[in-house]
């Protein structure tokens, strides 16, 4: 990820040009290290996005609408007092660092105009936003708070004096000179462009060791970022995973890498970010839940193991009975202390020898083989029962995991944090506030003859779908076997042709664990022969009178929520 000091230029350059002068009417932080300010410009209202994550911080404006929590952190809430209402009056970069500064301009309680500046510090693990106070120079709060615990060096706390990060003994790239660069250019080596020449990336240091003339190289960046002339731009591989983004070309991907350019940096970024799967919002959402569902379903494998054991163990209690009998019948045969006993099996006339315990009498013994033997028909019973029951939690909890893997949405990970709190698998987070009550929005598609189809987008949503929106007529698939979404076809009782059928069935496969088969089998049947059993988990129905059909996955070309 190249969000070096040039990067960190172009976007001053571009906040400049958009947000300079304006006023900041919202502050948000949807989550801990994120922030949203709604700023309010000549030209509109416009969102600027800032990350101090330390995997991908970064500082650009959006277009999307991340969710704002009904309970707002501390530091957003401080925010909101300090920064509401303020009018942003100047932009900078800390000489050629990742370093953004917003200087802006607010009424404290009194009436009098303030000074405040945030600085927003994009340096990876170490990266934080400060509000700091321009009269006094002290830090009033930042997003993360650093001790001297955490660090020796420099502190970042409420009421110290703020300071810039240590120096590094490095040229900036904005005031390096052609000689310097030529001596540089010496070594031929991009390790020495990096360590000598600040606020540059690897890919662009290994651009300056291979060009032959690194100044012009350095002048023309420079250049571009002053004139505003700059083409931000996005690399990816062939399945369309970004590899690496900037402003200026980067020839060792020129070649073997797809392009694809943007008409503002924050463009560029924001499809970056959301598009690079080690930064998706929505897998970062889901990994506590994936590694929780993961953890129950291994448990659940362990318990079916052994019951299933300990059924065939229980199956195979006949001798128990056997033995029982043949010592009732031979009791003459047998004295106290023997410890077995040899008599005739009067079913097949074989012999028989039957272990004993010495210490008791031979009808006790054989009392005992009876008592085993009803624990045996007993345990048969139970364990049937619970490892049907283990069973239904197994699909349950793979069905989920298979939303969990397939979507990209953070509003549908929410959605399934909220089912697996209900249904007991995860612990409810600590809430301020009353949770709003949940309205289905499956996903929509049409298919040949014009009938809507809808998808399932967890169990409850297929809840939902089956039981109170579908009308009886209607026709209900899913995969079979396989966990997956229920699929509705809402032919208002019309027969659909075999061309609808086959499409709503690669549906079906698609929003399935079987998305990347070949040849997938879907169950399909009217909604009048779908049943919920009575105590069964979200999403579990069972159904008669079906047909399947074999796909292969896909969804039709009108696409998504046509």
Request: hydrophobic share 35%; net charge neutral; proline share 4%.
């Amino acid at each position: 990820m190249a969000f070096d000091g040039i990067i960190t230029s172009a976007m001053t350059r571009e906040l400049q040009d958009t947000i300079l002068l304006g006023k900041i009417e919202k502050v948000y932080q949807p989550e801990a290290d994120e922030l949203v300010f709604h700023i309010h410009t000549r030209a509109g209202n416009v969102k600027l996005y800032a990350s101090a994550s330390s995997s991908h911080a970064r500082l650009h404006l959006i277009e999307a609408n991340l969710p704002n929590p009904p309970a707002p952190l501390a530091f957003c809430m401080l925010l909101r007092k300090h920064l509401q209402g303020g009018r942003i009056v100047d932009i900078s970069q800390k000489d050629g660092e990742r370093i953004v500064e917003i200087s802006l301009e607010t009424l404290n309680e009194l009436g009098f105009t303030v000074s405040k500046k945030l600085i927003f510090e994009i340096m990876g693990k170490h990266s934080n936003i400060i509000l700091v106070d321009m009269t006094t120079g002290k830090i009033i709060d930042s997003i993360k708070r650093v001790s001297i615990d955490a660090s020796r060096v420099r502190q970042l706390l409420p009421g110290l004096t703020y300071q810039y990060p240590p120096a590094q003994d490095k040229i900036s790239f904005k005031e390096v000179t052609e000689d310097q660069l030529s001596d540089i250019a010496g070594s031929g080596n991009s390790k020495t462009f990096l360590s000598r020449i600040g606020g540059i990336s690897p890919a662009i240091a290994r651009e300056l060791a291979d060009s032959a003339s690194p100044a012009e190289r350095i002048s023309g960046i420079t250049d571009s970022i002053s004139r505003r002339s700059f083409v931000p731009r996005v690399y990816t591989d062939d399945k369309g995973v970004p590899q690496e983004f900037h402003i200026t070309d980067l020839k060792e991907f020129e070649d073997g890498a797809r392009r694809q350019d943007f008409d503002t940096l924050s463009q560029c970024l924001a499809w970056y970010f959301d598009h690079r799967q080690s930064s998706n919002r929505a897998k970062q959402k889901s990994n506590d839940l994936i590694k929780s569902v993961s953890t129950a379903l291994d448990k659940l494998y362990l318990k079916k193991q052994r019951l299933s054991e300990d059924l065939l163990k229980a199956e195979n209690s006949d001798d128990l009975r056997l033995y029982g009998e043949l010592l009732t019948a031979n009791l003459h045969l047998v004295q106290t202390g023997d410890k077995e006993v040899t008599v005739i099996n009067y079913y097949n006339n074989s012999e028989v020898t039957i272990p004993l315990d010495p210490r008791f009498s031979p009808s006790k013994n054989a009392q005992h083989y009876y008592k085993r033997y009803g624990k045996a028909m007993t345990a048969i019973k139970e364990k049937q029962i619970q490892l049907e029951e283990t069973g239904a939690e197994i699909d349950y909890l793979e069905s989920v995991m298979t939303y969990l893997q397939n979507t990209d949405k953070v509003e549908e990970i929410e959605a399934l944090r909220s089912e697996l709190v209900e249904t007991g698998y995860v612990r409810r987070r600590r809430q301020q506030f009353k949770e709003k009550k949940y309205k289905a929005r499956p996903h929509k598609y049409v298919i040949d003859g014009g009938f809507t189809v809808l998808v399932g987008r967890n169990n409850r949503e297929n809840d939902i779908l089956t039981l109170k929106t579908a009308s009886k007529t209607d026709l209900w698939l899913h995969t079979k076997d396989i966990p997956g979404s229920h699929v509705i076809v809402q032919n208002g009782g019309a027969e659909l042709s075999e061309k609808a059928i086959f499409q709503a069935a690669a549906i079906a496969a698609w929003h399935s664990k079987g998305r990347d088969s070949e040849n997938v089998p879907v169950d399909y049947v009217k909604v009048r022969y779908v049943k919920k059993p009575a105590g069964a988990k979200p999403g579990m129905v069972i159904f008669t009178n079906n047909r399947t059909v074999w796909v292969n996955p896909g969804l039709p070309e009108s696409g998504p929520d046509a």
